[in-house]
């Protein structure tokens, strides 16, 4: 029998059994009791003698009852029966309106009345996760013959969320009840879903969390919130064997998309407002009556005080679950209507806010706060006017909210009213040829970046539902853990702008009917999200560009990777994540954990022993350590080649689009600036080994001799300058050499070289120091370059005496001249300086000859000493080098050069701008002869 059309008619349904009292309740903005029905296919009062068809004969398998024709149709799991099927139906008891009351109270069953209901319409599932696909079809069927079309977006997201708790929640058998009350006024449509585990309670502090902007967003438990945001009533009711839970939708007059909107509530006039407060205590007596409470039922306090409270109301209860006077002041908290007796007699229509208060035992007073029945919207707010069909959703989440919240909420709605197992909310990254995960809830795995295009392609601008990923998609399959899948696009002006998609582990888990609610969300959303991720798009471009740069000149000039891996880990924490850590690989594919950075600090050592050691294994394919972070890796890489990856962990279980692209680029960023170390490292080590060679692995010891050298090449970094010196034996005598090359760097250390290896290589052939400097001269005029590079040298020879001290054959091409201290304090210089090698082929060179006494300090220098500047004054004006060394009589060769040096340093506040190079030399007082 299909869902008729059924006539409304006059006379009162029996009374059910008992009273009794109910279990506890808790609900929302209100809360009701109804006896649990069994499953029934139809029922409806017959008038008239005929049914809604126009039949006069009542049917075969259905009884008259009180005036009330019951059909069961219902087989097992809800199937319904064939017409044949004659099993003696059941009584149906008369349904009970129920009373509002508050988020305290602990019954719903309160002062309840008797209604008409003309349609019901119900039917039953086994607790499986495809109820709630067959719920929402059966809804969706229902409210099509009701001609209540225009409310089946909303019925069908709340009755999804109810089956989908129930199944989650209590995993029995479930019956689903779609109830409308034509006689009220406004009309209302109630559904209803019964399970059989009534110990599994709603919520374990009683109070169902309003979802407000800018308010945490807990990962569960909001199903409830949202049926009281967009039910008008809801509320559940308890019995010793199943649980109902309900919404209430209330109908504006008005059939299919013809809803009016409700004018706000009469009211009486203020003048006439009287505020009673009634206090009884646990015996129900009156014990407080103010003068409110007079002027609006007449009893003075004198005569009130000390009464029976039952004796000033005259209670109605109605129905088996109906509340006494007495289990209702036991109530924690309840409103709602009543009648009161006046001092004249008669009844007074009065609205009442009752509380308990808290206490030992004899100590409980019971507070009721009464106004007349025309102001009952001071003690409770009036009903929301009907808004405009189909647009519940669409106001819900048209708040002002940032992106990020207004996404998280789409998802949970998403989640809520499908009964998948995760949805997500995708938007399309830089390009819009592809769409990445931008918001998530459920059991999300910490989805980042792109995704396969597939099905969220730009152009596919339909709801699909696909039964198996693996059988299509395997790589979308592995990126969402799942298998069934169905979405719905965002469109605006013909262009998808994103998508609503929602999972689930299990194929074949979503049917067609659900792309038709996904497909009402994404339109209702659509706009809104579009603004906002325009809107979001701006801060997050100024932000990204901020974070960038300050990331970029952090980084800028690092060329050590192990500084870079601790500068990107800091980046990120605690900014983006909770954790983080930087592996690098080698040039030879070696991978290493670099660096580790926790928010907590005292977390880096335990951190670093939970995260797994790579090696060679690919940083994609590494399995990272589960806990309540959400664990995901990012690729380090630049010109096709990876440095390695940034893992992060964060505690959020999905992470937006515009951190995993602020993210990508980061790592893009320290990418670039660890190949840019990579290549300075490599470059460094090369430039190293070769400019160690161009001076000497050590300094020939001397007997006799004590030696010192400083060299500081002005280039930071640089091993060797312009400026080089050599100090080696020969034969029976030592030779030493010290130069200096026209300019500075590489083009200069070129030279160097060549003039060192020339300066050994003759001297060891024993050429003479003159012939020295003339075979150097011709090399270097042979080799020039074009750019005029020329040499100052100072080449001596010392060959010891045989009472003590040395003789020093000594030449300077353009260099100069050394100085040589005296054991009695005198400073002397001892070669006279001549043409720079490298500027006249035939120029001709000669040596000078002096003795090298004991105790006496030869001191040679380049002219980074000599010209060492502060301003216009060079420090050797006046003879100021000189001066320096004459103050250092009877001092070591170490501490000579030592001295000379600090000056050279301090002698003006800005550092050297050329080469620094000195050679010092001391004669002890007798000399071995070289062997």
Known sequence: MGHGRLAAGGGSLGSGPSRRRA??????????????????????????????????????????????????????????????????????????????????????????????????????????????????????????????????????????????????????????????????????????????????TIDECGVMPAVTPGSEVRPSGRGLALAGMLADAWGVTYTRTAKRVWVRLELADGGDGQEAVAGPPATASVDTLHVGVVVSDDDGLVRSWNSEAQQLLGWPPEQAIGRPLADL??????????????????????????????????????????????????????????????????????????????????????????????????????????????AYVLLPAEGGNRFGVAAGAGAT?????????????????????????????VELAEQLRARSLACAPLLLAGEVTGYLAVTAEQPGRFDQELTVSLQHIADQVAVQVQRERLA?????????????????????????????????????????????????????????????????????????????????AALDEVSWPSGPEAVLSFPLLTQGRSHGALVIGRTEPTLPLEVADLLADLCRLVALNLHTAMLYARQATTSRVLQRSLLPMRVAPMPGLESAVVYEPAEEGADVGGDFYDLFTVGDHWCFALGDVCGSGPEAAAVTGLARHAVRLLAKEHYTVADIFDRLNQALLEDDDDEGRFLSLLCGELTPLPQGGALCTIASA??????????????????????????????????????????????CVTDGVTERRDGTRLLDDGNGLAALLAQCRGLSAHAVAERVRHTVETFAPEPSQDDVALLVIKAAAALRPVR
Request: charged share 25%; proline share 6%; hydrophobic share 40%.
């Open 23 to 200: 279990s506890a309740l808790r609900g929302g903005r209100a809360r009701r009791g109804r006896p649990l029905r069994r499953p029934l296919r139809c029922a409806f009062r017959r008038t008239g003698g005929h049914d809604a068809k126009g039949t006069s004969e009542t049917p075969r398998n259905a009884r008259r009852l009180a005036g009330v024709v019951v059909f069961r149709h219902l087989g097992a799991g809800g199937i319904p029966r064939s017409h044949g099927d004659h099993r003696q139906p059941e009584v149906a008891r008369p349904p009970v309106c129920h009373s509002e009351s508050d988020q305290g109270a602990t019954s719903s069953d309160v002062l309840g009345r008797i209604v008409d209901t003309t349609r019901v319409s119900s039917t039953a599932f086994e607790g499986t996760p495809h109820a709630p696909a067959h719920a929402r079809k059966f809804v969706r069927q229902v409210l099509g013959e009701w001609r209540l079309s225009h409310l089946a977006e909303d019925a069908v997201l709340l009755t999804s969320e109810l089956v989908t708790n129930a199944v989650v929640h209590a995993g029995t058998g479930i019956e689903l009840t779609c109830r409308l009350d034509v006689d009220d006024g406004p009309a209302k449509l109630e559904i209803e879903v019964d399970d059989h585990l009534p110990a599994r």
């Open 313 to 422: 109301v005259a209670w109605r209860g109605h129905g088996p679950y109906a509340l006494s006077l007495t289990d209702t002041l036991g109530l924690g908290r309840w409103r709602g209507e009543a009648r009161m007796r006046h001092a004249d007699g008669r009844l007074v229509p009065v609205y009442v806010s009752h509380l308990r208060t808290k206490g030992r035992a004899r100590e409980h007073r019971s507070i009721w706060m009464v106004v007349a029945g025309d102001h009952r919207y001071v003690l409770t707010p009036p009903p929301a006017p009907r808004r405009e069909a189909g647009r519940r959703i669409k106001d819900l989440l048209d708040q002002d909210m940032p992106l990020p919240e207004l996404l998280d909420t789409i998802a949970r709605i998403v989640q809520m009213s499908s009964g998948g197992d995760a």
């Open 445 to 473: 795995a910490g989805l980042v970046g792109m995704l396969a295009t597939g099905v969220f392609g730009a152009e596919r601008k339909t709801p699909t539902v696909i039964e198996d990923l693996l059988a299509g998609d």
């Open 536 to 616: 979001e798009q701006d801060r997050a471009h100024r932000g990204r560009l901020s974070f960038l740069a300050e990331a970029g000149e952090l980084l800028a000039g690092v060329h050590d990777e192990e500084l870079i891996a601790a500068l990107t880990a800091q980046l990120v924490v605690p900014k983006i994540a909770t954790w983080a850590a930087v592996y690098l690989t080698d040039l030879a594919g070696m991978t290493r954990l670099a660096h580790v950075w926790h928010s907590e600090e005292h977390h880096n050592a335990d951190l670093r022993k939970s995260l797994p050691a790579v090696s060679r």
């Open 814 to 859: 353009g260099h100069p001249p050394p100085l040589l201290l005296r054991a009695d304090g005198l400073v002397e210089a001892v070669a006279t300086p001549q043409l720079l090698l490298g500027i006249e082929a035939g120029a001709r060179f000669y040596v000078e000859t002096f003795e090298l006494a004991p105790d006496d300090v030869l001191l």
